[in-house]
Structure formats: C-alpha cells, structure tokens
Nanobody, 122 residues
Framework: QVQLVESGGGVVQPGGSLRLSCTAS???????MDWYRQPPGKARELVAT???????NYADSVKGRFTISRDNVKNTVDLQMNSLKPEDTAVYYC?????????????????WGQGTQVTVSS
C-alpha cells in the first residue's frame, strides 16, 4: 500500500498555468503513474499517464498543453498545465497503477490520492 497526496491546485484565469504535484509515501519507480480529473457533474477521466520506462499518453483534450513527469528519487509525479481553459476545471487525482502479479494480468489494488481542486475562471 502507498499513500498519495496531491498539491498545487487553486484558481487561475483562462490562459494561465498551474503545476500539480503528487507525493507518494513509497516508491513509484516501477509503477505506471496517472493523473485523472473529474469535472463538476461528470465522470472521472484519464488525463495523462506515464510508464516506468518514460512513455507518456495524454487525453486529446489536453495534448500539447499538459505535461506529466516524475522524479523517482523524490517519489513525486507532477502535472504541468499550461494554456488552461474553463473546461479544465475539475478535481484532479493522482493514481498509481497496481503492480502486475501474474502473467495472466492480475494486479494488486490501485492507489488514489484524495484530489486537489483546479478552477479556471475569469
């Protein structure tokens, strides 16, 4: 088990930037790390993912504006958000994918942070 704590959320004007940080209580170096978000009244959605080997994937809605990165020494995962839009308003969650346990694909439970609020408004 690992605890994840997000920070860096706040209120920003459209076109502005924020940097979110996720601090893990244990190692993340061998885990895929993700950022999800949940807009008001909508379902949670995957925003960005980063594999242990450094492969990234982004939702089409944030591609070119958001960047996910990790520091395996500090056990942190960041999400740099630029050119923010009102539709980016959401609670943002850090996620550590459960470790694969078998060749058939069974995994240990995932870990989630409690979330940090990002509000983009004029």
């Amino acid at each position: 088990q690992v605890q994840l704590v997000e920070s860096g959320g706040g209120v920003v004007q459209p076109g502005g930037s924020l940097r979110l940080s996720c601090t893990a209580s244990g190692s993340i170096s061998r885990y895929t790390m993700d950022w999800y978000r949940q807009p008001p009244g909508k379902a949670r959605e995957l925003v960005a993912t980063l594999s242990p080997g450094g492969v990234t994937n982004y939702a089409d809605s944030v591609k070119g504006r958001f960047t996910i990165s990790r520091d395996n020494v500090k056990n942190t995962v960041d999400l740099q958000m630029n050119s923010l839009k009102p539709e980016d308003t959401a609670v943002y969650y850090c996620h550590r994918q459960g470790r694969v346990l078998t060749v058939e694909g069974a995994r240990a439970p995932d870990s989630w942070g409690q979330g940090t609020q990002v509000t983009v408004s004029s």
